[in-house]
């Protein structure tokens, strides 16, 4: 086990406290979670989760999304999973903070505390360079037509990605806080 498989957990008074990532998935311990969505106006890019992931492997989700390891920042956190899964950096802006608990195959859970980070490109001047480890493809959907594609085929999304969309249908979070970088 080393630093990057610890991360933040909350207990029931609220205060964080470290946990090892696969056994808070076992055990369905809420933790700290980030999504990121980078959007080309109304489109936003998507990514497929590699084959070799421990859940989800295969399945459609938002532009990318990680676990803080213990004593990183949330901003942080988003900054570095968007630059290893993706290979590109951009400005975030920080909005809304979720909380779920869904199975995500395998016998584990994400019982998360999420908070969303945006980020607007320009997909024509975007080079997306995906880790094969991570991502097995990407794509760029409108937002309307990733709502409806997760109605009709529920299956082949992320059980957190078909979560956001019931919370927020267009995947509109509101004003946000720029963060520096």
Same mark, same amino acid.
Request: negative net charge; contains cysteine.
């Given at each position: ?9 909350? =207990? ?32 936003? /890019? ?9 859940? #989800? ?6 532009? #990318? #999304? $990680? ?5 990183? $920042? ?11 899964? !993706? ?6 802006? @920080? ?13 584990? @859970?994400?019982?998360? @505390?999420?908070?969303?980070? #945006? ?6 001047? /975007?080079?997306?360079?995906? =880790? ?20 009709? @085929? ?16 267009? !995947? ?10």
């Amino acid at each position: 086990m080393n630093g990057t498989d610890i991360i933040p957990a909350i =207990a029931g008074d609220g205060s964080l406290y470290p946990v090892e990532k696969m056994q808070a998935h076992i055990d369905g311990v809420l933790h700290l979670a980030v999504s990121v969505f980078v959007f080309d106006g109304d489109l936003l /890019l998507i990514q497929q989760r590699a084959a070799g992931k421990y859940h #989800c492997p295969g399945l459609w989700a938002n532009s #990318c #999304c $990680t676990h803080p390891y213990w004593n990183e $920042t949330l901003e942080m956190s988003a900054a570095r999973r968007l630059r290893e899964e !993706l290979g590109f950096t951009l400005p975030l802006t @920080r909005h809304a903070t979720v909380e779920y608990n869904a199975p995500v195959g395998r016998g584990l @859970r994400e019982h998360e @505390r999420v908070t969303f980070f #945006c980020a607007q490109a320009d997909r024509r001047r /975007l080079e997306i360079m995906p =880790a094969p480890a991570e991502v097995a493809a990407v794509e760029w959907i409108d937002r309307a037509d990733l709502r409806r594609e997760a109605l009709e @085929r529920p299956e082949i999304f992320a059980p957190w990605l078909r979560i956001y969309l019931d919370l927020f249908p267009m !995947l509109e979070f509101g004003p946000g806080e720029p963060i520096p970088h």
